[in-house]
């Protein structure tokens, strides 16, 4: 499998690239962003611009892949309408619609949000926002899109925010985690579940399209190993 994500170095991000590079069947990962990574494998090749809007230039080097993984995105607080929609709807479509055309065969997986609004109707400005990429993800000619919607994430090995913040939310909730999970087992989500389960619809083809936090879950799990026959 070759698979292409797009926000590496965000908090699920990072939990996805993580899982891909562990995974045996991956045999290519490529990331796209702003940043590199940091991170060195001998699977992982990375592609670093500042204009994330075009792609004309570099797609030779989009070409051939399996799946998508978008984990890219900011957090409305303190943003207009019209710049939100040019980072979450514009740039998402200027990318998912180039892979379209160049990777018929591609399986498209968007990480959107609890609460995503698929009506574009709602007061709430991020959710329309979210929803009208989401459908507009669903028009285009790929194998499969999958919509993940997750609430809570956790992130797992070492894995931080670049929001500070998210970071300071994460250490004074530390603590809590194990009660909050205890408590709420289908409703939080680890980076390392997320990562699992982007892989797993990729090579499963689950029929249901969008995803909240308990399906991803269950998406996620290994597939149980076969009972022997005890005669």
Known sequence: MKVVIFGATGMVGQGVLRECLLDPEVELVETVGRAATGVQNAKLREIVREDLFDYQSIEPQLTGFD???WCLGVSSTGMNEADYERVTYTMTMAAAESLARLNSQMTFVYVSGLGTDSTENGRIMWARIK???????MRLPFRAVYLFRPGFIQPLHGIESRTPAYRKFYKFAK???PLACW????RILTTE???RAMLAVVRKAPSRRILESADIKVVSRPPKAPQRDPT
């Open 193 to 195: 579940e997320i990562g």
């Open 183 to 186: 408590a709420f087992p289908s």
């Open 131 to 137: 929803g009208k990429t989401e459908n507009a993800l």
């Open 67 to 69: 799946a998508c993984f």
């Open 175 to 177: 603590p809590l985690m």
